[in-house]
């Protein structure tokens, strides 16, 4: 079964500071990977695709298949970064083509 | 375009009320989807649509039904609350099912059941 998990419930750093949000999958087939990202009182919203290798607002991800891993990573974290972040995985299943979706982990970035 | 409207914003129910949370999009997608969001457990799939008259069950169906009788609509029916069902719920559409397309969420709708 697909499965997404992000170990952190919670992560803090300061202003400066390097970030990363882990993420790692299970998928038997060919993933398709999206970190999603909600801020405060606003709606859930694609950061970015793996399939796009782009970078947003300096976030990038890179796809590791041999470790089953999509880290969010940025090197300089700003204040305003700070939000809930889902790792999702885009999958076809028993369900069709849906988003199997991550925990989520909370990034705090202190002044 | 508004995208994904979802109404309610915030409900309190008693247990064993019926109530219909409504999502409309304007962008014409086929695709649209029900989620509920609980702390700890990500977004878990409930029902969704892949087009006008046809909807299938997610990963978490009970207690929910759904219809889709026009492309822009997809309403979710909960027929009898339940304390279990208090969550914050998300409504999604996309435009096609191809395993690289974005979903696009509406604002969610907090519902208690007491």
């Known amino acids: 079964a697909q499965r997404v998990t992000q170990p952190e419930k919670l992560l803090s750093v300061f202003k400066g500071a390097p970030v990363e949000l882990k993420c790692n999958y299970s998928?038997?087939?060919?993933?398709?990977l999206f970190w999603y990202v909600q801020y405060s009182r606003q709606r859930l919203q694609l950061l970015l695709r793996?399939?796009s290798r782009e970078s947003i607002k300096g976030f990038t991800a890179d796809l590791n298949k041999g470790e089953t891993s999509f880290h969010l990573k940025k090197p300089f974290a700003q204040e305003e970064d700070s939000a809930m972040y889902y790792c999702?995985?885009?999958?076809?299943?028993?369900?069709?083509?849906?988003?199997?979706f991550g925990p989520g982990t909370r990034l705090s970035v202190l002044p | 375009n508004a995208g994904v409207t979802q109404t309610p914003k915030f409900q309190v129910l008693k247990t064993g009320q019926s109530m219909t949370l409504q999502c409309a999009q304007d962008?014409?997608?086929?695709?649209m989807s029900w989620y509920r969001q609980d702390p700890g457990m990500g977004l878990r799939l409930i029902h969704y649509?892949?087009?006008?008259?046809?909807?299938d069950q997610g990963e978490v169906p009970n207690g929910y039904n759904v219809s889709r009788s026009t492309t822009e609509d997809f309403p979710l029916r909960l027929l009898s609350a339940a304390p279990s069902q208090t969550s914050v719920y998300f409504c999604?559409?996309?435009?096609?099912?191809?395993?690289?397309?974005?979903?696009?969420f509406g604002q969610g709708t907090r519902l208690t059941v007491v």
């Open positions: 999604a559409s996309s435009y096609s099912r191809d395993l690289n397309t974005e979903a696009f």
């Open positions: 998928y038997s087939g060919s993933p398709e």
């Open positions: 793996h399939i």
């Open positions: 999702a995985l885009s999958a076809r299943d028993n369900y069709g083509q849906n988003f199997v």
């Open positions: 962008m014409n997608h086929e695709y």
């Open positions: 649509s892949v087009g006008a008259g046809i909807t």
